[in-house]
């Protein structure tokens, strides 16, 4: 198994973290990739015509895309729990990872905002407003202790994938504070081994 990598996608980690889990690391080879939003990669291109990353080869030549479908095609293969069967659990961590990925899109709209447009072009209120929705979605996970607490799933690693990120583009946002329950929470699930683990090529 292969993967589109880039260090600093949050949606690779996403993968990464979600192969860790599962017992997959040693199997799934990294491969380089060059994916930007304005200058985009035709090789990517070749084989996701989205050009995004990640973008992921099964063994058997099947190729995967987005991070939700390479999750939980790895779940799937690896015969885990991280997607729950039918039934509410299983709405639970699927709407709690759709708000992980939505405060991922938000940040990296706001990241776009600050590294691929031009500087005369920016606009601070846009970027805010990204922002904002990242603002709102730890205000509510933060007055909702329970929809975290203790779980180790696709929803977690979403949220925990999506906290990551926000440390390294957007240091000075300065969630912790504001958010103490989502901090305490991240301060055990970030220990995890799949999340501190590092990758490279």
């Known amino acids: 198994m292969k993967i589109l990598f880039s260090p600093f996608s949050p949606y690779v980690r996403k993968c990464l973290v979600t192969a860790h889990e599962l017992g997959l690391s040693e199997r799934l080879q990294l491969l380089p990739s060059n994916a930007h939003p304005v200058q985009r990669d035709r090789e990517i291109i070749a084989s996701n015509p989205l050009g995004k990353v990640p973008t992921f080869f099964a063994d058997d030549g099947r190729v995967l895309y987005d991070s939700r479908v390479i999750c939980e095609y790895l779940n799937d293969l690896a015969g885990g729990v991280l997607f729950p069967a039918p039934g509410a659990q299983r709405w639970d961590a699927l709407t709690l990872q759709s708000l992980g990925d939505g405060i991922l899109d938000a940040a990296l ?76 929470w991240y301060d055990g699930f970030g220990a995890r081994p799949s999340m501190r683990a590092e990758w490279s090529l």
Request: hydrophobic fraction near 45%; include cysteine.
């Open 109 to 184: 709209l706001a990241r776009y905002e600050d590294v691929a447009r031009p500087e005369p072009q920016r606009w601070a209120e846009w970027r805010a407003a990204q922002l904002d929705k990242a603002e709102t979605s730890l205000a509510h996970l933060n007055a909702r202790p329970a929809l975290l607490e203790g779980r180790v799933d696709i929803g977690a690693i979403a949220v925990g994938c999506a906290l990551w990120y926000l440390d390294l583009r957007f240091a000075d946002f300065g969630w912790r504070d504001r958010h103490p329950q989502v901090a305490q």
